[in-house]
C-alpha cells in the first residue's frame, strides 16, 4: 500500500500526520504481509483492514491521552502481550516522544518486532518474557486483545506506577467499573465502530 493511499485513510479518520509517517506506516504493511506468509501474526491480511484495524484502531489510546490529558512525553509506556506491535508501534509512530517497552512471550513476534525497529529506525525495548515475568514499573501499561478482564487486570496494574489503558470493545460490563475499579472511555474514530477503552490511575 502506498503512503499516499495510507495519507487518505488517516485523515479522512481524522489522524494528519507528517509524511515520514505515512511511510512507515506503509513499509509496516509491507513487513507484516511479508512475515505473515510464514509467521501468521495476525488474522487480518488486506492491506486497508491492517491500516484501519490495527493502525488507527491502536491510536485510540492517543485520544484518551489527549481527552484525559495524560503527560506521556518522555514516560516509559509498556504494551503488554504486544503481538505485531498493536497498540504500542502506531503510537511510537505518531506521538514519538516517550520510551516503549513492547512485553511479547512468543519468539516469532519477538523477532517481528526487533526486525521492525531497525526497518522503521524508530527505538524501542523488546522485552520477550511472560509479563508475569517481568519485575518493573512503567508510568503508562497498554494493552490490546490481551483477554477477559477479570483475568488480567491484576497483571497489567502490578506494572504500572501510573496509568493502566486496555482497549476492550464495543460493549460494557457493569462489574469492570463496579467491581475493578475501571473508568470507561467511548472513542470515535471515522470509518470503525465506536470502541470502549478502560483506564484506571494506579496510586
Not at 490495527?54 to 503481538?83: N, T, Y
Not at 496494574?157 to 472511555?185: C, D, M, P, Q, T
Request: hydrophobic share 45%; with cysteine; net charge neutral.
Amino acid at each position: 500500500m502506498s503512503p499516499q493511499k495510507i495519507k487518505e485513510i488517516f485523515e479522512t479518520a481524522g489522524f494528519p500526520l507528517a509524511e515520514d509517517d505515512y511511510r512507515r506506516f506503509a513499509l509496516y504493511v509491507e513487513l507484516l504481509k511479508k512475515w505473515n506468509k510464514v509467521h501468521n501474526l495476525t488474522a487480518v491480511r488486506d492491506e486497508e483492514g491492517i491500516v484501519k484495524r490495527h493502525f488507527l484502531d491502536s491510536l485510540r489510546i492517543k485520544l484518551c491521552f489527549d481527552k484525559l490529558g495524560v503527560d506521556w512525553k518522555g514516560k516509559d509506556v509498556a504494551d503488554v502481550g504486544s503481538g505485531a506491535g498493536f497498540p504500542g508501534v502506531p503510537l511510537k509512530i505518531v506521538l514519538k516522544d516517550f520510551n516503549l517497552f513492547l512485553i511479547e512471550s512468543t519468539a516469532k513476534k519477538c523477532s517481528f518486532l526487533e526486525a521492525l525497529k531497525v526497518n522503521l529506525s524508530l527505538d524501542w525495548e523488546v522485552i520477550c518474557e511472560r509479563a508475569e515475568n517481568v519485575d518493573r514499573k512503567f508510568d503508562v501499561v497498554l494493552a490490546r486483545a490481551l483477554g477477559e478482564l477479570e483475568d488480567i487486570h491484576e497483571l497489567l496494574e502490578s506494572l504500572s506506577r501510573g496509568w493502566v489503558f486496555i482497549i476492550k470493545g464495543k460493549e460494557l460490563k457493569e462489574n469492570w467499573l463496579r467491581e475493578l475499579g475501571y473508568e470507561a472511555l467511548k472513542t470515535s474514530i471515522k470509518g470503525l465502530p465506536d470502541i470502549y477503552v478502560l483506564y484506571k490511575r494506579i496510586p
